[in-house]
């Protein structure tokens, strides 16, 4: 599998597009899901930042990532 940050952003909008459709009877179902949903995100998000953290540490960039998309510059931590 190999999903990205921007596919993550896809799943939430569309979890949120479903709790906004769901019928009175469903609505209890897609907020659960709803919920599920947005704690693996968030699990997937802390990954995310580690790898930040790691890349700033090493004073490299993301091209290892295989989950953030995005190349941005990130300063190498000040070692002194």
Known sequence: MKNKL??????????LEAVREAT??????????????????RVLI?????????????GGENSASSFIESKPALPPVNRS
Not at 6 to 15: C, E, G, P, V, Y
Not at 24 to 40: F, G, H, P, T, Y
Request: hydrophobic share 35%; no cysteine.
């Open 6 to 15: 921007s596919d993550l952003r896809d799943h939430l909008f569309a979890q």
């Open 24 to 41: 009175d009877e469903n609505l209890a179902k897609e907020v659960s899901r709803a919920q599920s949903v947005s704690d693996i995100s």
């Open 46 to 58: 802390e990954s995310a930042k580690v790898e930040i953290d790691y890349f700033r540490h090493i």
